[in-house]
């Protein structure tokens, strides 16, 4: 594996760095005393692992692939083959980035057997833009997952609340069941659940004393996520305390959401991260 180039996008008190590997947004800083996105110490991002933290492309499908819409074949990897692929830098200017990559039936032992084009156009100035665009290149539609799986910083995941799924009904996997959200949102344990959802987020952060909004386009799912002090203990690339430094918030067509891609009809998942002081 050649070396990674990092890309820097944005300007003084608004820059940030991605990776070609995954199209990846590793760190974007808001005009706040802390960074938007928490990206783990032990991040590997030499091109030989997915990067943890940051907001890795989940796509063409998400999570464990035996779930999928998408049906690609046992053994492939969860979530997608975005994150693991060298992207080109298509477009470089002062404030944004541009990537893309091509995947063909038999790449990657023909373990998605459709042609598509995918593009990440990457955004900041006042605010953070990351926009997936996906493009069928074959003769038939087919299903696809996608997902901006962004690892928000918090100043303590147990404090915080989060708004905008109120009466939203959810696939909750920690405990394999279907409910509907009543009230705000605050995690008590581990969590991983995918909401029916076309809402904004607001993440209310007591501790730092900020709300992050996550505002959403194309999109008919939101992912909240975070494996606790159990899960974390079992991830490699994080730290036995950091689970309590980010919550995932994912702009998402997941599971029940996936969409069909026909030919000649670009599909686009657009996410807008936004930061300010809680009243």
């Not at 074949?73 to 541009?98: F, I, K, V």
Request: glycine content about 8%.
């Amino acid at each position: 594996m050649t070396e990674i180039d990092i890309h820097t996008f944005g300007r003084h008190a608004n820059a940030g760095h991605a990776s070609p590997f995954g199209a990846h947004v590793l760190d974007w800083q808001p005009n706040s005393d802390h960074p938007l996105l928490w990206l783990s110490p032990r991040a590997v991002t030499d091109g030989t692992a997915p990067i943890r933290g940051g907001i890795p492309v989940c796509a063409p499908w998400f999570a464990a692939p035996d779930q999928s819409p998408a049906m690609p074949p046992p053994g492939a990897p969860a979530h997608g083959l975005a994150r693991t692929r060298r992207w080109e830098l298509e477009e470089r200017a002062p404030q944004s980035l541009t990537y893309s990559f091509t995947h063909r039936r038999a790449d990657a032992g023909g373990v998605f057997p459709h042609d598509f084009t995918a593009r990440v156009v990457i955004q900041g100035s006042e605010e953070l833009t990351v926009a997936l665009t996906l493009v069928n290149d074959d003769d038939h539609p087919f299903a696809v997952e996608a997902a901006l799986h962004a690892y928000l910083a918090v100043g303590d995941v147990k404090d915080i609340t989060i708004d905008g799924l109120d009466g939203a009904p959810y696939y909750d996997a920690a405990k394999g069941r279907n409910a509907v959200q009543k009230g705000a949102l605050s995690l008590v344990g581990p969590t991983d659940r995918i909401y029916v959802s076309t809402s904004p987020i607001h993440v209310m952060d007591p501790r730092w004393g900020r709300r992050i909004t996550v505002d959403k386009s194309g999109s008919g799912t939101t992912v909240v996520w975070n494996p606790w002090r159990e899960g974390a203990a079992r991830i490699a690339d994080m730290g036995d305390d950091d689970w309590q430094r980010f919550v995932c918030v994912e702009t998402a067509n997941a599971r029940q959401r996936a969409i069909t891609l026909w030919p000649g009809h670009p599909r686009r998942l657009t996410a807008t991260y936004g930061v300010d002081q809680m009243d």
